[in-house]
């Protein structure tokens, strides 16, 4: 299985903050990773797939880059509706896997 | 405007069995793969399994976790995905959500329904 491992598992931040998570893969999956914002009680919203392509609706402000087995989701400028917690997940093979979280919290 | 709501979660004894049912509305069902992913109490996701469409004949992936235990499965004449669990045990305890794949990416996830398998 590909292991999927996210750093800092938390961070606080202030609005107005560039704020970056990174994304480790266990093993080379291209592009094939999305991120995905989760708040308490909610579902998971996509935000990126294919490692930097941005879902419909979602903010510019939210970007993705990275290739391999390394990624980065960056919020340009964090706002009170962004503290959340971020996960990372790969499909690029069986079983698909997700990162532990960043749990992003107001400084 | 794209939904998914799924149903049939509740409380079960270990052991036992519960039908999940997700129902999709607002894009082409029959084109998608479509996808359960769960996620316990205070923890992560987790992937449940995968139900591909009738262009790639229905076929299905599991985690190992569940695999032999959960059956996937699809009616595309009424816009539904479903999951069979089997031989519940208490860490199957969670929220389930279903999950249109787009690209072979979770697009649009639904709001999940509540799984809790306790004697």
């Known amino acids: 299985d590909i292991q999927m491992t996210q750093s800092p598992s938390s961070l606080s931040a202030s609005v107005g903050d560039r704020v970056t998570i990174t994304c480790r893969a266990s093993?080379?999956?291209?592009?094939?990773l999305t991120w995905f914002q989760q708040k308490p009680g909610k579902a998971p919203k996509s935000l990126i797939y294919?490692?930097?392509s941005l879902q419909s609706g979602v903010p510019s402000k939210f970007s993705g880059s990275g290739s391999g087995t390394d990624f980065t989701l960056t919020i340009s400028s964090l706002q009170p509706e962004d503290f959340a917690t971020y996960y990372c997940q790969q499909y690029r093979s069986y079983p698909l896997t997700f990162g532990g979280g960043t749990k992003v919290e107001i400084k | 405007e794209v939904q998914l709501v799924e149903s049939g979660g509740g409380l079960v004894q270990p052991g036992g069995s519960l039908r999940l049912s997700c129902a999709a509305s607002g894009f082409s069902f029959s084109d998608h793969y479509m996808d359960w992913v769960r996620q316990a109490p205070g923890k992560g996701l987790e992937w449940v399994g995968r139900s591909r469409n009738k262009a790639n004949s229905y076929t299905t992936e599991y985690a190992a976790s569940v695999k032999g235990r959960f059956t996937i499965s699809r009616d595309d004449s009424k816009n539904s995905l479903f999951l069979q669990m089997n031989s519940l045990k208490t860490e199957d305890t969670a929220v389930y959500f279903c999950t249109k794949v787009t690209a072979y990416a979770f697009e649009i996830w639904g709001q999940g329904t509540m799984v809790t398998v306790s004697s």
């Open positions: 294919a490692a930097s």
């Open positions: 093993q080379d999956i291209r592009s094939n």
